[in-house]
């Protein structure tokens, strides 16, 4: 159960898990089932979905929702809440097109959990009922809360936190309109500073919690990561694991890659220039390999730690180097990215938009690239990056710290240095980690075996997926 699904609706690597991490379950004889709110990318690219079952009043004030059956792009069998009061509107996933959250989240997440849990109490007209439901963030944490008070003993659950800084934090109130008993609004249930937590009700009701990595699953349990719900999940550790996200090696790989004008792999890694060229072309950069390119792809937040990079940006590109950023959010961050790049239309570009094209270019044509998160439970395009011959400068921290090992003389003695690691979010800090990977980069020998030891590294979904698996076994 998740609140996104690649390649219709996604804002981020939620909707790339929800996608492909059924798939590789699949594919080790998992009976999985992926349920989806019914938004109108979803429903239009399903005209045939028919009708599997009708939720006429599920408690409180949630709306009827009537349930539609299809299969996702990998045929793995999707179930579609449709409910068009609640989801078919415009703008985004939980915002509208000013950015502000939707005002009715609680009822549009509601429905999604409540379905959920009334799905895994068995429903006849579906013919098939889960022994486990699995919840993805603060959308669908209140699943395992619905279970826990209308049918403790249908199905066990598992809740993974993708983002502990989203928790879907709603007024007192809405416990009555989401057909709770007010008793779970309670320090031992969904009440969280005087309101309603879905995330906390995942934390505190499910059998089981994940992460999507482990050294994210160690940082959530502290005050500076944890953002406030720390001292619940140290008192729940003995249920708590993580569990590295993979990514989809088909769609993401060099040698096979559609978007890039010269394909290769670790063999090759040499004809990678082809797609530095195009991509200095594509963003109007002076087309040379004389200079690093270093690459961004990211989403405009405090958590990406991109005003980091604004603070040495200057310095960097006097190294010389070219900078080349894509991605949208906050509008402050976007604004100062495209003011740099008016200033140095020689050394800076920025596209302020996504595009999934531009994005495999980037991941293919830079030479370096850049991930400066303050957090980062997972990650994706440092694993991307690494797939691509491109070495990432990351910080050190969840799941960059679990994939990227750091260029220094012991892990190049033996053979694992992949990219760069700085510990500290400060600009000095990045600025370091961006002048040895320069440095290294200028030394060819040195850099071609740093590509291809991430090059080397298997990132798929099959060994994570696996541990999903024994964890599912366990519990029934």
Wanted: charged share 20%; with cysteine.
């Amino acid at each position: 159960m998740v609140s996104e699904l690649a390649p219709w609706v996604k804002t981020g690597g939620l909707g790339e898990v929800a996608a492909t991490l059924p798939a590789a379950l699949r594919a080790l004889g998992v009976d999985v089932r992926v349920l989806v709110p019914g938004y109108p990318a979803v429903l239009h690219a399903l005209p045939h979905a028919g009708a599997a079952a009708d939720f006429p009043h599920l408690g409180g004030v949630l709306p009827r929702a009537l349930l539609r059956a299809a299969e996702t792009p990998a045929g793995i069998p999707l179930f579609v809440v449709e409910c068009p009061q609640l989801y078919t509107r415009p703008g985004g996933l939980y915002q509208d097109n000013n950015g502000v959250d939707w005002p009715d989240n609680h009822l549009r997440f509601g429905l999604l959990s409540r379905v959920a849990a009334a799905i895994a109490s068995g429903v006849d007209e579906i013919g098939w009922r889960p022994a486990i439901v699995h919840c993805h963030d603060w959308q669908t944490g209140l699943a395992p809360a619905y279970l826990h008070y209308h049918a403790p003993h249908a199905a066990r659950t598992v809740c993974s936190i993708h983002n502990v800084a989203y928790q879907g934090v709603f007024p007192p109130r809405t416990l009555q309109e989401l057909g709770l008993p007010p008793q779970a609004f309670a320090i031992n249930g969904v009440e969280y500073h005087g309101k309603l937590s879905f995330l906390k009700a995942g934390i505190q009701y499910a059998d089981r919690l994940t992460t999507v990595s482990p050294t994210y699953a160690r940082e959530i349990q502290t005050e500076a990561f944890g953002f406030g719900l720390d001292g619940l999940l140290r008192s729940r550790a003995d249920v708590l694991c993580g569990i590295l996200n993979g990514i989809d090696t088909r769609r993401w790989n060099p040698a096979t890659d559609d978007y890039l004008v010269q394909r290769y792999d670790g063999s090759c890694v040499e004809s990678k220039v082809a797609n530095k060229s195009a991509l200095q072309r594509r963003v109007r950069l002076p087309v040379t390999d004389d200079v690093p390119l270093l690459g961004v792809l990211s989403r405009f937040t405090h958590q990406k730690g991109l005003d980091l990079l604004l603070d040495v940006a200057q310095k960097v590109i006097r190294q010389p180097a070219q900078i080349v950023v894509l991605g949208e959010g906050e509008k402050a961050l976007a604004a100062k990215f495209m003011a740099l790049a008016r200033a140095h239309r020689e050394r800076c570009a920025a596209v302020i938009r996504f595009d999934e094209p531009l994005a495999h270019l980037i991941e293919a044509g830079a030479d370096i690239f850049v991930m400066p998160s303050r957090y980062e439970p997972c990650g994706l395009n440092q694993m991307y990056s690494l797939r691509y011959g491109t070495p990432p400068v990351v910080r050190a921290t969840g799941g960059l710290a679990d994939t990227v090992v750091d260029c220094n003389e012991r892990t190049v003695q033996e053979g694992t240095a992949n990219g760069f690691v700085f510990e500290e979010p400060t600009p000095a800090a990045l600025l370091k980690a961006l002048d040895r990977a320069v440095t290294t980069w200028r030394d060819r020998v040195a850099w071609r075996r740093l590509q291809r030891n991430g090059m080397r590294m298997d990132f798929g979904w099959e060994a994570s997926a696996l541990r999903y698996r024994d964890l599912y076994r366990a519990l029934i």
